[in-house]
Nanobody, 116 residues
Framework: QVQLVESGGDLVQAGGSLRLSCAAS????????MGWYRQAPGKQRELVAY???????YYAGSMKGRFTISRDNAKNTVYLQMNSLKPEDTAVYYC??????????WGQGTQVTVSS
């Protein structure tokens, strides 16, 4: 089993920045991909970004250039630096991890609210 604990969500003004963190813990696991989804009220959950164990990254179109995902493999922690935040970035952000056995794990979510 893998547990994911997110932190860093907050209320911020438009144009501001936040850094989300997600730490994975458990026993007998090896993580391949770590990343973030988000879900705004009344909308479907959407992929934000992910990073592989080798450092390859992917960003959804609207996040490119504003968000940066990074990872500390030694700490099994993934970060999401979010800059130039917009009110439409308001959502619950969920961390996920895919193990080398291709099992997906999810965090509990952290609220990001961007005020205009």
């Amino acid at each position: 089993q893998v547990q994911l604990v997110e932190s860093g969500g907050d209320l911020v003004q438009a144009g501001g920045s936040l850094r989300l963190s997600c730490a994975a813990s458990g026993s007998d696991f090896s993580i391949n991909v770590m990343g973030w989804y988000r879900q705004a009220p009344g909308k479907q959950r959407e992929l934000v970004a992910y990073i592989t164990s080798s450092g390859n990254t992917y960003y959804a179109g609207s996040m490119k250039g504003r968000f940066t995902i990074s990872r500390d493999n030694a700490k099994n922690t993934v970060y999401l630096q979010m800059n130039s935040l917009k009110p439409e970035d308001t959502a619950v952000y969920y961390c996920y991890a895919t193990s080398t056995a291709w099992v997906n794990y999810w965090g509990q979510g952290t609220q990001v609210t961007v005020s205009s």
